[in-house]
């Protein structure tokens, strides 16, 4: 495994770590001592997307077991009747009456795409925007 992907590797197994205290990754908190500062949880991408990517480079079965964890854990803490809600805190799982757009137009297509095996882009001929849209590479 190259320096980079180690690294992505290292951050992703923290920030999954980060996921799982609460069962919900916390805006923000103090890696120190293990304490959420900011306990919102607005329905980000990153997480996943990080499986995802990982999943993609080292087919490390882990990256998917990480994502079904999210995703199954947003489904139990953010569900709605009507949709998803982002959390006031995740300590408490009080729901909020939100949703941020990206929640469909990323969090979820890459919790789709990491588990879909009939797309799996090859990164030398594909390159996708923020929102996982892919794009020829010239």
């Not at 923000?28 to 306990?39: A, T």
């Not at 969090?107 to 020829?136: G, M, Q």
């Given at each position: 495994m190259n320096n980079d992907l180690k690294r992505a590797a290292d951050l992703q197994k923290s920030n999954y770590s980060m996921w799982m205290l609460h069962g919900i990754e916390p805006e923000?908190?103090?890696?120190?001592?293990?304490?959420?500062?900011?306990?919102s949880h607005a329905l980000r991408p990153e997480n996943i997307k990080g499986a995802y990517y990982l999943y993609q480079y080292t087919h490390d079965e882990k990256y998917l077991?990480?994502?079904?964890?999210?995703?199954?854990?947003?489904?139990?803490?953010c569900r709605t009747d009507e949709a998803y809600a982002s959390l006031k805190d995740v300590r408490t799982m009080e729901k909020r009456d939100s949703m941020e757009s990206f929640f469909f137009a990323e969090?979820?297509?890459?919790?789709?795409?990491?588990?879909?095996?009939?797309?799996?882009?090859?990164?030398?001929?594909?390159?996708?925007?923020?929102?996982?849209?892919?794009?020829?590479?010239?």
């Open positions: 923000s908190m103090d890696y120190k001592i293990m304490k959420v500062d900011n306990g077991q990480m994502g079904k964890a999210m995703f199954d854990n947003l489904v139990k803490y969090t979820l297509k890459y919790a789709f795409l990491l588990f879909d095996e009939s797309r799996k882009p090859d990164f030398n001929k594909v390159i996708f925007n923020t929102e996982a849209h892919p794009y020829k590479r010239l």
